[in-house]
C-alpha cells in the first residue's frame, strides 16, 4: 500500500520558516518525482517544487528564491524548506509521487495545513 505522509505544518508569522517534510511507503522512492503541491482556500491545487529523481528541480515563480526541495532516497523523504513566508502561502500543503516512466503512476499525501499570519 502506498502512503505518504506529510508532516512539519503549522502557524507561524509572516517572515518566518516553517519545513515541510513527507515520508514515502509502498513506492520504489529512487524512481519517482517528487514534488509538492498547494491549495489554498477556494482556490485550484497549484504546483509549489519538484525533484527528479536525478535531483532536477522545478520552482514556481511564486515561491522562487524563498524555497527549497530536497530528497532523501535513502530515508524515501522529500522535504520542503520554506522561508519568508507570506500570508499568501497559507495553504493545504500535498507531497506528490509520479513514476518516472510512461503511464507511471501517480500518488498524493493527505496534506498538512501551513497557517502565515500577518
Known amino acids: 500500500q502506498v502512503k505518504l505522509v506529510e508532516s512539519g505544518g503549522g502557524l507561524v508569522q509572516a517572515g518566518g520558516s516553517l519545513r515541510l517534510s513527507c515520508a514515502a511507503s509502498?513506492?520504489?522512492?529512487?524512481?519517482?518525482?517528487m514534488g509538492w503541491y498547494r491549495q489554498a482556500p477556494g482556490k485550484q491545487r497549484e504546483l509549489v517544487a519538484t525533484?527528479?529523481?536525478?535531483?532536477?528541480?522545478y520552482y514556481a515563480d511564486s515561491v522562487k528564491g524563498r524555497t527549497s526541495i530536497s530528497r532523501d532516497n535513502a530515508k524515501n523523504t522529500v522535504s520542503l524548506q520554506m522561508n519568508s513566508l507570506k500570508p499568501d502561502d497559507t495553504a493545504v500543503y500535498y507531497c506528490?509521487?509520479?513514476?518516472?516512466?510512461?503511464?507511471?503512476?501517480?500518488?498524493w499525501g493527505k496534506g498538512t495545513l501551513v497557517t502565515v499570519s500577518s
Open positions: 506528490n509521487a509520479v513514476e518516472e516512466r510512461r503511464g507511471g503512476m501517480n500518488y
Open positions: 525533484i527528479t529523481s536525478r535531483g532536477s528541480t
Open positions: 509502498g513506492i520504489i522512492f529512487s524512481i519517482n518525482t
